[in-house]
């Protein structure tokens, strides 16, 4: 019976005749990791035997064995990194698993051109993650005290019989949570379009949860970049100027990278 072929990444051939691989394991633990060359792509990849590898084997420890999922998790994304600081790299999603290797052959070459102008475009540039944090309590003080909406709703209160007074004014900590909510999305937006400037292409991912996170700050927006290396110490001194604005209103900017450019790649 054929093995199974893992795929880490995708290479540009022409950068693999210059520098050797990383010398690690594969997914497995025991095999080596190994090219396999298609003319100007070159694939990254393990063997694994068919009778530990099943999809329906994986698909039971995803669902049912954290600690071999983290494990092989952190494997892959060890793997990539390492060969992201030598090549120009097409990051393949966690558990990319062929058949044999002809079919990731088939599958590879059908999207050679795709493949062969993703190259072109990761090229001298990085991805890095922005990811923005809000404390919402000091930032709802601000908004209360100085939103034009809050004060606008505040004084049309104040004008009303004490009677009605009362049953508005319960109104008030509702329109804070939205002014709330309104303000921290005009914040991230326009810290996001001014960092696109930077940029050759950005884009907008889905907010973790605390549990995810473990901070006790929400996490207001989540957004990644794809920019020319001349162009990262600028981008960062953006965000570091940001957040010496915004710092004392509840902001926390963290920007992260490089990373293997799994946003802006255009094989799957």
């Known amino acids: 019976m054929e093995n199974l072929i893992y795929l880490y990444g995708l290479l540009p051939t022409e950068e693999v005749t210059d520098k050797p691989l990383p010398s690690v394991k594969g997914f497995d633990g025991k095999g080596s990791i190994y090219t396999v060359s298609m003319n100007k792509i070159t694939a990254v990849v393990s063997d694994l035997n068919p009778a530990d590898y099943s999809e329906e084997l994986i698909k039971d420890k995803i669902g049912n064995d954290t600690e071999w999922l983290q494990e092989k998790a952190f494997h892959h994304h060890e793997m990539l990194t390492a060969l992201y600081k030598k090549f120009t790299i ?95 999305n005009r914040v991230c937006e326009r810290v996001h379009e001014k960092l696109k400037e930077y940029s050759l292409h950005a884009a907008i991912k889905k907010n973790w949860s605390k549990d995810v996170t473990g901070l006790k700050e929400n996490m207001a927006w989540n957004s990644v970049f794809l920019i020319p290396v001349a162009q990262v110490e600028r981008f960062l001194e953006e965000v570091y100027q940001v957040e010496e604005e915004l710092g004392e209103s509840g902001w926390r900017f963290e920007a992260s990278g490089p990373w293997p450019a799994y946003h802006f790649s255009s094989f799957s």
Do not use: H
């Open 90 to 184: 097409i990051p393949l999603k966690f558990c990319t698993i062929y058949k044999n290797e002809e079919s990731m052959r088939s599958t590879i070459q059908s999207s050679k051109e795709k493949v062969e102008d993703s190259f072109k475009l990761l090229k001298g540039n990085e991805e890095w993650n922005l990811k923005i944090y809000c404390d919402d309590n000091t930032l709802k003080k601000q908004v209360s005290e100085n939103n034009p909406t809050i004060e606008a709703k505040k004084k049309e209160i104040s004008e009303l019989p004490r009677g009605r007074q009362f049953f508005e004014n319960k109104k008030i900590d509702q329109l804070i949570e939205t002014e709330l909510e309104n303000e921290k």
